[in-house]
């Protein structure tokens, strides 16, 4: 599978027109248990950045934190580089974005919970409440999951099962519906898109034929290739960078 990613990478590099994408925790960031605490992979950020200075190419970081925290965690605003949040519902820079007044209702409904499980947490965001489980034990994933989906899931937009994580949405939002509309706009005509949370799978699955998605870790997927690990990804990212490198000079 590695030879063919490899090949799958020398022919976006050639394309006419490439849209590089990468989702932020587990795939830009390793994973950590205070999601508070995650930072970016200087050696995946490096060639992304690269990447975002280069002709005919667009790069975006597309997650399911809000927007102004990704931006927060990549440091200080880097050219050529979008970032979309909250799972799409956030696709732009909004100053002053207000919170959607469903969230508080949100986050008084889990507070019980919350205090129930030890180890279990909360991230407000302007359109969702994360439930973040990571710290909980196995069996007490199980119970703390069902006990905040009884009590938010009725009333929620959506709600997002990711890696140890529950997310309450306010409003509908999708990231393979915000990546087709980024890329539309772009006039993208191919896409790289690598991402690890089961969230991503949205994204692997508007990919088309002349498109490589890679898939980080173990899990099924509907993308076509597949890494080990968050540290793979650094890779990846350089070996594309020289590609198109190479292309937009010649």
């Known amino acids: 599978m590695r030879s063919d990613l490899d090949g799958a990478l020398r022919r976006l590099g050639r394309s006419k027109v490439l849209l590089v994408a990468a989702d932020f925790d587990g795939t830009l960031s390793p994973i950590v248990s205070d ?97 973040h489980l990571r710290n909980v034990s196995v069996k007490g994933q199980i119970r703390a999951g069902r006990e905040a989906i009884e009590c938010v899931g009725p009333i929620a937009a959506q709600v997002k099962k990711g890696k140890k994580v529950l997310e309450f949405m306010a409003v509908s939002a999708d990231k393979g519906q915000a990546l087709e509309a980024y ?18 799978e949205a994204v692997f699955e508007v990919l088309g034929p002349g498109d490589v998605g890679v898939k980080v870790g173990p899990g099924p997927t509907a993308a076509h290739y597949r890494v080990e690990g968050q540290p793979d990804v650094a890779g990846l990212l350089t070996e594309l960078l020289h590609q198109r490198d190479t292309h937009t000079r010649g």
């Open 35 to 131: 999601p508070s605490a995650a930072a970016p992979d200087p050696r995946a950020l490096e060639p992304l950045i690269g990447l975002a200075a280069l002709p005919s190419t667009s790069v975006l970081v597309i997650s399911g934190r809000a927007r102004a925290d990704v931006e927060k965690r990549l440091g200080p605003r880097i050219p050529g580089i979008d970032i979309i949040g909250s799972h799409g519902a956030e696709p732009g820079a909004d100053e002053g974005l207000d919170v959607h007044p469903d969230i508080e209702v949100f986050a008084a409904r889990l507070a019980p919970v919350v205090h129930h499980h030890p180890g279990s947490e909360l991230e407000v965001k302007p359109f969702s409440v994360a439930f």
């Open 183 to 200: 890329r539309a706009a772009r006039g993208a005509s191919a896409t790289f898109f690598v991402g690890d949370d089961v969230t991503d």
